[in-house]
């Protein structure tokens, strides 16, 4: 077999075995690229001596592979992001259900167990070359290519090694892609998860669309998961021609941005809104490469007194895009709606100060942008270059709650907040990324509120605890914040557009409509060091985990109705670090704000603690609160805080009273005169303290006098006893 390329403007033979029902069937008037999997059976024809068109061509698509980013002509029909429903997909046969032509899909993940009706693949009942999958595209469509994928299971392995492809107007007559004057064979897979395009030598236009294996792994059978690569072409027959894709009203850079196009991006939003944004870096990836953080406030760069902080983390797995993309956006969207006057946005901006991180795995990402979209995988690109999947990679401060409880006389004063990092994770040898640490370091250092990490791959929304106690594999494991953790998650789930859309087919193999689209993490799968536990247990910020959709790297002509499913949900979640109470906790007498107070709220077994401005924010449902005050040398202060169903917080100040020993260290320290007050006051407190051991010691005594009496009368009772025998 010997490669074989064609020219794209060449006429495309004819099959004869095919009635022609369109016109607009063989055009070929399109540019395309081509790929070196077509391949022909005749092994004695050469291919013609290309024209000097075709040379110019053919240097183009050499100079596309040194960029190392494969461009496609059309973009792909959307069977990996549903966009394509079940009904449009059929097949010659099919073991059972699980295996149906519906699970042909590029991407799809099966379960653990192979059997059920949610298995990785389409798998044809017989194994010969009469099996096939269809896809009807609904409209007339230029057909450019395609992308195949092997089944995704543990315990099978198959995999389709060639296939060819033929095209239909009405899915009766069919005829087959040609290579020249042969039938053109197309490369296959050559293990069950690398995703390989195939391009076609001609693009072919027609609705319906056939994969048919001719070859497939010897041991296995004919499985396949794939993706179709097409533009829409107009057809004045049809009725429905006139209607247009969805898209976005808003004005914004729909694409994919690499590292260099992702700072020219940002740069270019805080010059057009200078007043209000900033851009900082917090530290660097294993390879060198920036992470950074756009500021969006109306006074940037500085923590206002009662202002909370929010931020958004997008691109922990470097190959799930869309949060990127969507955090890329946003910042565009909150810099043109502030200029335009947006109530809404000009309320969000001057009274949250929001911090932006659209990429925590740069290494991992660019290797995923390399091979582009589709072509990823499912996994390329998602660890860090050094191998560590980052949302495992924080401490595991869970367990250390856990186990210290277990072993503690009184659990209730084991800490349950700001649980510190363990000795051996700070070590020079241990396994941590260098992006996890600038996130740790960053989480620090600014006091936030409220985040949210974006994911993709799934549509749901995870909330704490993401692990489990005792390593068990599900279970629900609550926090003390449950309720409102439930809240967080529905208010983003609710108001995504594909989430909320009860006839939406599941992505993979889990119903989550069934939970509403949220899940405790822990109940899903357990994830030991996730970021959603440190941060809640190691700061003040709740956080939950929101996976954005079924395609972890949807293609860019997806990326504006992405944005229309997900604008609101990211907008309203910002909204919601205004509930709840916040104050500022300050000294009675300088009025001085005390930083690091402890704020407990009664039934809430998860304190915070005051910035070091001595503002604080506590995140609650609407009720009445019982909340206690306390800092190190001061008085505890305690005062009802009652919140409102509206998205605004309640004001709950505190003003703490030092006691007289603070006050006396203090003025010793400054070698100041004691004050006669003072010195009465601690008089009293010596005297108090005097009375309190004198107590004490008296009660000892009569206890013991108690007692002596006590054993002296069991004595005499047995002496009694003995001379009555």
């Known amino acids: 077999m010997i490669k074989f390329t064609r020219r794209a403007g060449a006429r495309e033979p004819t099959n004869q075995a095919a009635t022609e029902s369109s016109s607009l069937f063989n055009r070929t008037d399109v540019r395309v690229s081509w790929t070196e999997s077509v391949t022909v059976e005749d092994q004695s024809r050469k291919p013609a ?45 099919y073991q059972r259900a699980g295996l149906g032509p519906h699970r042909g899909r590029l991407n799809i993940q099966s379960g653990i167990e192979d059997g059920d009706l949610y298995d990785g693949a389409w798998c044809a009942q017989y194994k010969d070359r009469h099996q096939w999958l269809e896809v009807d595209a609904i409209h007339l469509t230029q057909f450019t290519g395609v992308i195949l994928q092997g089944r995704n299971s543990i315990w099978s392995w198959d995999w389709v090694l060639t296939y060819k492809v033929q095209l239909s107007n009405d899915s009766v007559s069919w005829r087959t892609c040609m290579n020249g004057t042969k039938e053109a064979i197309f490369k296959g897979n050559q293990d069950p998860e690398t995703p390989v395009l195939g391009l076609f030598p001609v693009p072919g236009v027609a609705r319906y669309i056939r994969i048919n294996p001719q070859t497939w792994y010897p041991n296995g059978t004919v499985c396949l998961r794939a993706e179709i690569l097409g533009c829409r072409v107009h057809d004045p027959t049809d009725i429905y021609d006139s209607e247009q894709d969805p898209g976005s009203k808003d004005a914004l850079d729909f694409r994919h941005h690499d590292y260099k196009e992702m700072r020219k991006l940002m740069k270019s939003v805080s010059e057009e809104c200078p007043d209000i944004t900033r851009i900082y870096t917090i530290g660097k990836s294993y390879q060198g490469l920036k992470l950074y953080v756009m500021e969006i406030s109306d006074n940037p760069g500085k923590h206002e007194l009662g202002e909370p902080e929010f931020r958004y983390v997008a691109g922990m797995h470097g190959n799930e895009v869309l949060g990127r993309e969507l955090v890329l956006n946003l910042m565009q969207y909150l810099c043109t709606e502030y200029k335009k006057g947006n ?74 907040h700001y649980i510190p990092i363990p000795e051996y994770y700070t070590q020079e040898d241990a396994t941590v990324a260098p992006v996890t640490r600038a996130v740790i370091s960053w989480m620090q250092d600014i006091p936030f509120v409220l985040s949210a990490n974006l994911h993709g791959g799934e549509l749901v929304v995870t909330y704490p605890y993401d692990c489990t106690r005792d390593w068990i594999p599900h279970e629900d494991t609550p926090t003390a914040d449950d309720a409102f953790f439930r809240w967080l998650a529905t208010v983003y ?61 949807p293609h860019a002509s997806e990326l504006p109705v992405e944005w229309e499913n997900n604008k609101e949900s990211l907008l309203i979640y910002m909204e919601q ?77 505190f003003a703490l009273t030092k006691t007289p020993l603070q006050r006396l260290k203090d003025i010793r320290a400054k070698g100041g005169k004691i004050p006669q007050e003072l010195q009465l006051r601690l008089r009293a407190l010596r005297l108090r303290k005097l009375r309190a051991s004198t107590k004490a010691l008296n009660r000892r005594r009569e206890s013991g006098r108690l007692q002596q009496e006590q054993t002296l009368l069991t004595r005499r009772a047995r002496a009694s006893g003995g001379r009555r025998e």
């Open 343 to 416: 109530q809404r946005i000009v309320r969000l901006v001057t009274e949250t100060r929001i911090h932006l991180l659209p990429s925590m795995n740069p290494d991992g990402y660019e290797f995923a942008y390399e091979k582009g979209s589709e072509l990823a995988g499912w996994a390329d690109g998602r660890y860090s270059v050094e191998g560590i999947d980052l949302n495992h990679n924080f401490p595991d401060l869970n367990n250390i709650m856990w186990d210290t409880q277990e072993t503690a006389a009184d659990p209730s004063k084991v800490p349950n």
């Open 49 to 93: 001596s290309p024209t000097t068109a075709e040379t110019t061509r053919e240097k183009r698509h050499v100079n596309k592979k040194q960029d190392k980013k494969t461009k496609l002509d059309c973009p792909p029909l959307g069977l990996e992001s549903l966009r394509v429903d079940d009904s449009q997909i059929q097949a010659s046969s």
């Open 493 to 553: 789930a609710s108001t995504n557009l594909v989430m909320a859309n009860p006839e939406r087919r599941m992505c993979h193999y889990e119903d989550f409509q069934a939970h509403n689209n949220i899940i405790n993490g822990g109940a899903w799968h357990t994830v030991p060091g996730s970021m959603n536990d440190f941060s809640y247990l190691h700061t003040n910020c709740f956080e939950v985990t929101v996976e954005l959709s079924c395609d972890k790297f």
């Open 577 to 653: 670090v205004h509930r709840g109470i916040k104050g500022v906790v300050k000294d009675k007498m300088s009025r001085r704000g005390i930083a690091d107070a402890l704020i407990k709220v009664e039934d809430h077994e998860h304190d915070i603690r005051s910035a070091a401005d001595g503002d604080y924010w506590r995140l609650l449902n609407p009720g009445e609160y019982k909340v206690v005050v306390w800092a190190e040398g001061y008085f505890p202060s305690m005062r009802r805080c009652r919140v409102g169903s509206e998205p605004r917080p309640t004001i709950c100040d």
